[in-house]
C-alpha cells in the first residue's frame, strides 16, 4: 500500500500552484513546481505574509469571509487556468486556506465563459458609472494596523445585511468606506445611492429620502417622485452626514428602518423596499443624544455593525504610501510625468498631524505639484505648512521634525521585524534596504 507522503505527492501534482497558509495569512506550503516556475526559495517565501509575494492573492479575503472564491480565470505562459480558492477549517476553526489552479479541459470551456465575463464586467461597468461608484477596497491606501483592522472591519461587514454606521473626523474616508462596503457586498449589482443630509434643506429631505405622489405639493410632478429608498431597491443608500436630519425625519427614518416600508409625501399606500442603510457622520452622536438633537432609538438602530476611522495623525506610517499614490495621481495630470518627493519634504509631511486628515494631504500634494516646475517636489513647495507645525510646536529648537521622523522610522521598522518574526534578513528586504543599514538604524533607534 502506497505511503501517505506518496498519496499526498500525488495529490499536489493535479493542483498546479497550489499555496496554503495559515489562518494569519502566512505561507505554509507551496507546491514545488510552481515555486520553481516562480523563482522562489521556500526558505524564503514559509512564514512570510502571503500579500509580501503574492500582493493579488485573495487568500487573505477567504481568510476573513470563511467563504470559497472559485472560478477565476487567468492564463500563464499561454494556458488558461482556474482558480480555486477555499477555506481550511477544523472543528469548526478556521486554520488556513488554499488555493490551486486546474486546466484540463479549460480550452472547451474558455471561449464562451470569457464572453460571458466580458458581457458581465461591461454591465458592471455601466452600472458603476450610471449609480456613482468611484471606489473600491483597492483604493484604501495603507498599511498600519488601524487599516489593516479597517479592511478586515470591511470585509466582514460586506457579508452582513445590517446597518452601517461609519464615524471619523473631516477627510478620513467614510464615503470611500461606504463604496467598498457596497463593491464587496452581494448588493454590489444593485444601485448605490447617496445622499448628503447636510445639503438639503429640512423641510424637502422627507421628500428626497420617500418620495412623493401626484398633487402632494405646489409644484409636485404630475407622476410624483421615487425617493432615494425606492432608487435604492435591492443595493445601498448611503446616508452621509446623518447627523443633520431633524427629529421628524429621523422619526420617519426610523420607521422605515424598522419596518423595511415607506410612505411617499402625500401618498397613502406603504411601499416595501428592500436595501442596506450605510449612514456616516463627523459628530459625537452619543453628545447629541444628550443633547437632544439626535434620537437614541435611530442612533441604536444605525450602529448595528460600527466602523470607526482613526485620523491621520494616529497612523503616520501611511503618509509615504498616501503620498505617493497622489504624486501619481497630479504629476502626470500635470505633465511632469515621474514625480518623486526629496527626503526633506518627507519629513515636513511626517512632522504635521494633518487636522484635515487625507483629504488635506492630497490637496498639499495637488497644491505642491503646481508650484513644481521640476520632476522632485522640494521643501520649498510646502513652505505654507512650516507655520502650521510650528503651532503644533512640533519644531522646539529646530529638532520637532527630526524627532518626528525617528519615531515614524522606528515604528515601521518595528512593524516589519514584527511580521517577519524578528527575522533581520527578511524585515531588511520586507523594508527595501540593506541588511547592514537595518542594523545601523536598529541601534541608532535604540529597537532592542
Request: proline residues 3%; aromatic residues 8%; positive net charge.
Amino acid at each position: 500500500m502506497a505511503r501517505r507522503s506518496e498519496i499526498m505527492e500525488q495529490v499536489c501534482t493535479h493542483l498546479y500552484g497550489l499555496v496554503v497558509v495559515d489562518n494569519k495569512g502566512r505561507i505554509v506550503f507551496v507546491e514545488e513546481e510552481y515555486a520553481k516556475f516562480k523563482g522562489w526559495k521556500m526558505e524564503d517565501i514559509v512564514g512570510r505574509y502571503i500579500k509580501d509575494i503574492v500582493p493579488t492573492s485573495r487568500l487573505p479575503a477567504v481568510l476573513e469571509t470563511g467563504k470559497s472564491i472559485l472560478g477565476d480565470i487567468f492564463y500563464s505562459e499561454g494556458k488558461p487556468l482556474i482558480c480555486n480558492r477555499v477555506p481550511l477549517v477544523k472543528d469548526g476553526v478556521m486554520i488556513g486556506a488554499m488555493s490551486f489552479s486546474v486546466f484540463e479541459g479549460v480550452d472547451k470551456l474558455l471561449y464562451s465563459v470569457e464572453e460571458l465575463r466580458n458581457q458581465l464586467s461591461y454591465y458592471k461597468e455601466k452600472l458603476k458609472k450610471q449609480s456613482g461608484i468611484k471606489y473600491s477596497l483597492e483604493n484604501i491606501i495603507g498599511s498600519s494596523d488601524a487599516v489593516v483592522a479597517m479592511r478586515s472591519t470591511i470585509l466582514r461587514a460586506a457579508g452582513a445585511n445590517s446597518t452601517v454606521l461609519i464615524q471619523g473626523e473631516t477627510g478620513t474616508g467614510k464615503e470611500l468606506v461606504a463604496h467598498a462596503l457596497h463593491q464587496e457586498s452581494r448588493r454590489s449589482h444593485y444601485p448605490f445611492i447617496k445622499l448628503n443630509c447636510a445639503a438639503i434643506p429640512h423641510e424637502l429631505i422627507e421628500s428626497e429620502l420617500f418620495g412623493y405622489d401626484e398633487g402632494a405639493f405646489t409644484g409636485a410632478r404630475r407622476a410624483g417622485k421615487k425617493g432615494k429608498f425606492e432608487l435604492a431597491e435591492k443595493g445601498t443608500l448611503f446616508l452621509d452626514e446623518v447627523s443633520q436630519l431633524s427629529l421628524a425625519a429621523q422619526a420617519k427614518l426610523l420607521r422605515a428602518l424598522q419596518e423595511k416600508e415607506i410612505e411617499r409625501v402625500g401618498g397613502m399606500n406603504p411601499i416595501s423596499v428592500n436595501i442596506r442603510v450605510v449612514a456616516a457622520t463627523n459628530d459625537d452622536l452619543e453628545e447629541q443624544i444628550k443633547q437632544g438633537t439626535f434620537r437614541s432609538d435611530l442612533y441604536y438602530r444605525l450602529n448595528v455593525i460600527p466602523i470607526k476611522l482613526v485620523p491621520l495623525r494616529e497612523r503616520k506610517t501611511d503618509i509615504p504610501l498616501l503620498v505617493e499614490k497622489f504624486i501619481d495621481n497630479y504629476g502626470y495630470q500635470a505633465g511632469l510625468g515621474k514625480v518623486t518627493i526629496a527626503p526633506e519634504a518627507m519629513e515636513i509631511f511626517l512632522g504635521y498631524d494633518w487636522p484635515g486628515n487625507i483629504r488635506e494631504l492630497e490637496h498639499a500634494v495637488e497644491r505642491a505639484i503646481n508650484l513644481c516646475n521640476s520632476n522632485v517636489l522640494e521643501p520649498s513647495h510646502f513652505g505654507w505648512l512650516l507655520p502650521k507645525i510650528q503651532k503644533q510646536g512640533k519644531l522646539t529648537a529646530g529638532r520637532g521634525i527630526q524627532e518626528a521622523k525617528a519615531a515614524i522610522e522606528k515604528e515601521i521598522i518595528l512593524n516589519a521585524l514584527q511580521s517577519t518574526q524578528g527575522n533581520k534578513k527578511k524585515a531588511a528586504e520586507l523594508l527595501g534596504i540593506a541588511r547592514p543599514l537595518l542594523y545601523q538604524k536598529i541601534r541608532r533607534l535604540g529597537i532592542s
